[in-house]
């Protein structure tokens, strides 16, 4: 056995080249982890959703709109209802009527979604059938 510790001819050309053997293993690693994850993360219920619709709002004397404000205050037309045990039982009142009427929401933009969930549970309690939700129409496109 011998050991050569000088320095020898071969020894003058240095290898320039990069080792990327340990890059070629760590991007494997990845791909199979991306493989594997991926369709699980992709995953969903297929459901259909609905679709967007604008229909013209057809006012009628008997339709009732009731407005929630930013504050979450509420309002019977431009009456303030004082609360929501007084919200449902005019709700009720209205609810016997034959035809019954619709009862149309309007939420300002800036409301709290619980304000107006709590006129539709209002009205669901009541035993209204058809409510509605006033929207602006989305701006068109020019």
Known sequence: MGMNL???DTDEDVISSINTTPLVDVM????IIFLI?????IQAVPVQLPKETNQP???????????VDRDGDVYWGLQKVKGSTDLLNR???VA???????????????????????????CQRAGIVKVGFITEPP???G
């Open 28 to 31: 494997l690693v990845l791909l």
């Open 96 to 122: 016997v009527m034959k035809p019954q009427p619709e009862v149309h929401v309007r939420g300002d933009s800036e409301a709290r979604y619980d304000s107006v969930g709590r006129v539709v549970f209002a």
């Open 57 to 67: 709002t057809q006012t009628k004397p008997e339709n009732i709109v009731i407005a």
């Open 91 to 93: 709700l009720k009142e």
């Open 37 to 41: 994850t991926i369709p699980v993360a």
């Open 6 to 8: 000088g320095a020898s």
């Open 139 to 141: 701006p068109r496109g």
